[in-house]
């Protein structure tokens, strides 16, 4: 939860605006982010494109269009609905993810993938230059001068194995018309499986 991340990362409490419809109302984040004070580009807005319990998804470009309005950052969480990405019939419900400054995404919720093999999407790589830094108890200099490889300024994970690497043999077995066969597979069946509840 957004409460708890920033509690991690010693932040100020965030601003949650309810969303009693299961999605980001536009016109309270309007009026929240004309409340706060402070520079231009020093808040985040944090949208969801798939939420776990329904899979419904923010009005993306609504939600960018106010970032860029009162100068705010915008995260969208693909976590669970990015996978809509790789089929044709589907990624238009993830419109207005291109306006994002940074994006997550999980494939192991929708991609098929292990649950570490996750990504992190930046618009601007300067947001990425905490990454560079040089401890010396992490920065094995020998170790690089002896050509080994490592994971330092790579991943936010530094030492841990590159799970992404799934994501690419996957990639590249199925290729993208794959994934998103499977997407769609998954999402025919949802509807069905729904439809017959519901009658």
């Not at 560079?132 to 920065?139: F, K, S």
């Not at 509807?191 to 017959?196: I, N, P, V, Y």
């Given at each position: 939860?957004?409460?708890?991340?920033?509690?991690?990362?010693?932040?100020?409490?965030?601003?949650?605006?309810?969303?009693?419809?299961?999605?980001?109302?536009?016109?309270?984040?309007?009026?929240?982010?004309?409340?706060?004070?402070?520079?231009?580009?020093?808040?985040?807005?944090?949208?969801?494109?798939?939420?776990?319990?329904?899979?419904?998804?923010?009005?993306?470009?609504?939600?960018?269009?106010?970032?860029?309005?009162?100068?705010?950052?915008?995260?969208?969480?693909?976590?669970?609905?990015?996978?809509?990405?790789?089929?044709?019939?589907?990624?238009?419900?993830?419109?207005?993810?291109?306006?994002?400054?940074?994006?997550?995404?999980?494939?192991?919720?929708?991609?098929?993938?292990?649950?570490?093999?996750?990504?992190?999407?930046?618009?601007?790589?300067?947001?990425?230059?905490?990454?560079?830094?040089?401890?010396?108890?992490?920065?094995?200099?020998?170790?690089?001068?002896?050509?080994?490889?490592?994971?330092?300024?790579?991943?936010?994970?530094?030492?841990?194995?590159?799970?992404?690497?799934?994501?690419?043999?996957?990639?590249?077995?199925?290729?993208r018309e794959?994934?998103?066969?499977?997407?769609?597979?998954?999402?025919?069946h949802a509807?069905?499986?729904?439809?017959?509840?519901?009658?």
């Open positions: 939860s957004l409460p708890r991340a920033a509690w991690l990362l010693g932040l100020p409490e965030p601003v949650v605006i309810p969303a009693p419809a299961g999605t980001l109302d536009p016109a309270p984040l309007d009026e929240a982010l004309t409340q706060l004070t402070g520079p231009r580009g020093s808040f985040l807005v944090a949208a969801t494109a798939g939420t776990t319990d329904a899979g419904l998804i923010d009005p993306l470009p609504q939600i960018a269009a106010l970032c860029t309005t009162h100068g705010a950052r915008l995260h969208i969480d693909a976590a669970y609905g990015g996978g809509l990405l790789f089929s044709e019939r589907r990624r238009t419900q993830l419109t207005g993810l291109e306006h994002a400054d940074t994006v997550t995404l999980d494939l192991h919720k929708l991609g098929w993938q292990p649950v570490a093999a996750g990504l992190l999407t930046v618009k601007n790589p300067s947001d990425l230059t905490a990454l560079a830094h040089r401890a010396d108890y992490l920065n094995a200099d020998d170790d690089t001068e002896a050509g080994l490889p490592d994971l330092l300024g790579r991943s936010l994970r530094t030492t841990r194995r590159p799970d992404v690497l799934k994501i690419a043999v996957t990639l590249k077995t199925l290729g794959g994934l998103g066969a499977l997407v769609d597979q998954v999402c025919d509807h069905e499986f729904a439809r017959q509840i519901q009658t």
